[in-house]
């Protein structure tokens, strides 16, 4: 009976021990659902920004763009050459952003993928308190710096969509006098 006994109290120590969390473990559990939550708030940002909507509104002004060019007018006013200034400075930054939102994309995959592995390494005890810290810091920095550019890009391009919407109906017009202006010019010639 003693021996059983002993035998028991040995086993309930093991498991107790087996299930205890060092402290670098419970901290580092908490400072990955740091970047966890900051990850899920970028992704939220990217999903909920309206992409296709700017796409088209990127090949709105870039045709329009192009219709002027081709128009070779040299014969615009200061306030209409203004306007076609305003107008291309929108083309700019959705530019940007549909060059690197696959980017973006494939960088918050891997930083999931990254977050899930270090979690797991960390909960078995893969590493020390201190590597776990050098690889937690090299997530920290490259989230951080996914999150600066990419947050940055989609603002930029949701002010521009609104100065795309403010300046569109004045750009349809401003087309369509471009419009009859070249072909009234080419009637006389």
Partial sequence: MTR????????????TLASCEP??????????DSLDTQ???????????????AMEKLETVEE????FQASNQDTLSRDEAMLLSNYHSVAEPLEKLKERYQYYQDELQTTRKQLDGLRHDLENKAFTDSLFQVY?????????RLQ????????MAKKKMVVFDSLQPRITRLAKSVNIEVE??????
Avoid at 64 to 67: M, N, V
């Fill in 64 to 67: 329009h763009l192009e219709h």
């Fill in 148 to 155: 600066q550019e990419a947050s940055q890009a989609v603002e």
């Fill in 184 to 189: 009234n010019e080419k009637d006389e010639k």
């Fill in 39 to 53: 990850y899920q708030q970028l992704q939220t940002s990217i999903k909920e920004f309206k992409y296709e909507e």
């Fill in 136 to 144: 937690l810091s090299d997530e920290r920095n490259a989230l951080n």
């Fill in 4 to 15: 059983n006994f002993i035998l028991l109290c040995f086993a309930l120590i093991s498991i």
């Fill in 23 to 32: 402290d670098y473990v419970k901290a580092g559990k908490r400072q990955i």
